[in-house]
């Protein structure tokens, strides 16, 4: 009875992930060139989540798992949700960069992830990230008022991202819970974000 929790805050992040991947991947192939490339990369950090899902349910039922588990909850935490974050704020401003730009977004992210990795500061960087990436979910949502859709998702979202950072990233029940429920939340700002993808008059 005490592996269920772990099984339904797993399959649940494996479910809602997994949709939201599919979600956004549909959004991909009907936006413009110029937003695809924000897109991949939020793709890629809703593919992370829904694999660290996958990783846990399959611990929780007694499937070793080894260290891809660490490794997913890591990458999600410091290269996903960073990705999904920056990807809802361009499109909140209408920022339109490049696919080498957010290449080198996403190079960027990958050095410091294997440097805080290599030098044993994985949690506090963890931490870092995922409060940030909270508060610019929130901004993006609320900078597109008054579409109140995209600020509550936004907002709530935000504060998902919140309780993920401060339970910490170690397969805890709360934090899974709280990723499986931010996961549908982003991919549903990035949908209302792109039906509203100008620049802003003062961006």
Do not use: K
Not at 87 to 114: D, I, N, Q, V, Y
Not at 146 to 165: I, M, Q, S
Not at 179 to 203: H, I, K, M, Q
């Amino acid at each position: 009875m005490s592996a269920l929790p772990q099984v339904l805050a797993a399959a649940a992040l494996a479910l809602t992930a997994g949709a939201s991947t599919l979600a956004v991947g549909c959004l991909r192939r009907q936006a413009g060139e110029a937003e695809r490339p924000a897109l991949f990369c939020a793709l890629l950090g809703l593919g992370l989540a829904t694999a660290l899902g996958a990783c846990r349910l399959a611990s929780s039922i007694g499937i070793a798992t080894g260290a891809a588990q660490v490794w997913f909850e890591q990458a999600t935490l410091q290269l996903g949700v960073p990705l999904i974050a920056l990807a809802c704020l361009a499109s909140a401003r209408g920022w339109h960069w490049s696919g080498p730009t957010w290449g080198r977004l996403l190079l960027g992210l990958c050095a410091f992830f294997e440097l805080a990795r290599q030098f044993g500061a994985s949690e506090p960087y963890a931490l870092g990230l995922s409060l940030l990436s909270a508060l610019l979910v929130t901004y993006a949502g609320l900078v597109r008022w008054p579409d109140r859709h995209a600020a509550l998702a936004g907002a709530l979202g935000g504060l998902l991202l919140l309780a993920v950072a401060w339970a910490g990233p170690h397969g805890d029940v709360a934090a899974t819970f709280a990723l499986a429920l931010a996961a549908p939340l982003l991919a549903l700002l990035l949908r209302r974000l792109g039906r509203s993808a100008e620049p802003l008059a003062n961006g």
